[in-house]
């Protein structure tokens, strides 16, 4: 704790405004014009590499505008033209499991196994089913009923038309009881295809995530996080962003971040 205090109170001295106490908009810390967030959840052993990350967006900054809107460039944080993005990206997964999204990446494949045996179970009944086609048999024995609704939809509320009945309440995870009669090909159907709704917001998810941690000022925030970690470890990872980073540091690219790394008793030249 005397570590992250004494980063806290530079970074007061520095004229960033910093508050310990906040919610972080949902994350361990954030930054933004000028102020740092540290959640109060952020767990003790953890507080040194928040305040790190966060320091680091504010190096940023300085360094190139608007990079919480654009994101920044690994060029600029650099300042070289070589692609050194897949050596950052290695120490960002190094730095942060979340961001591998391997338990979506699961998930998503548990799903798609669900829907092949699905395909197959419809097969069996009609052969010359297709995902990618309209299933004609299934559309002409739906027509004019409520079952229609659930291609779209997981649950659905049917408005009754007449005063004082009940509103019918549709799902997928009751169709037999809903619908006794609908061929069991059918309910394969439907299923199929709330999966593959799934299937699509699990996918949304994964490049949602993977577009976040590939920001460049995300991939320098978790490779400063990395150094401080394990400094060996980010350079074998990441070889020749670690010998550009020490260069510019030597040459007070990244300004106080030099300061930074002597408080906390880093390296400030390539080991």
Request: proline share 3%; net charge positive; hydrophobic share 35%.
């Amino acid at each position: 704790m005397a570590i992250a205090t004494d980063l806290i109170e530079y970074f007061k001295q520095l004229g960033l405004d910093v508050h310990t106490t906040t919610k972080a908009r949902g994350h361990l810390g954030f930054f933004l014009d000028g102020r740092i967030d540290i959640s109060k959840n952020t767990p003790k052993e953890k507080l040194v590499q928040t305040l790190l990350h966060e320091f680091s967006h504010y190096i940023h900054s300085k360094i190139e505008k608007n990079i919480s809107k654009t994101g920044g460039s690994l060029n600029v944080i650099f300042d070289t033209n070589e692609d050194l993005q897949e050596e950052m990206l290695a120490v960002t997964n190094y730095i942060d499991n979340h961001s591998k999204c391997e338990r979506l990446f699961k998930h998503k494949q548990i799903i798609k196994n669900e829907i092949k045996v699905l395909d197959e179970k419809i097969k069996q009944k009609y052969p010359k089913f297709q995902r990618s086609k309209p299933f004609k048999e299934f559309n002409k024995a739906v027509r004019g009923t409520n079952i229609k609704y659930l291609l779209n939809y997981d649950k659905v509320c049917i408005k009754s038309w007449f005063p004082f009945s009940k509103d019918e309440i549709i799902s997928i995870n009751t169709l037999e009881k809903d619908f006794p009669n609908l061929k069991q090909e059918f309910i394969y159907y439907l299923r199929l295809k709330s999966l593959q709704r799934k299937q699509k917001r699990v996918s949304s998810r994964i490049f949602k995530i993977q577009k976040y941690y590939k920001r460049p000022t995300e991939l320098f925030a978790r490779f400063v996080e990395a150094l401080y970690i394990d400094n060996m470890k980010t350079k074998q990872l990441a070889p020749k962003a670690y010998a550009r980073f020490y260069f510019l540091l030597d040459k007070g690219y990244y300004q106080e971040l030099k300061n930074i790394f002597k408080m906390i008793s880093l390296p400030v030249e390539m080991v």
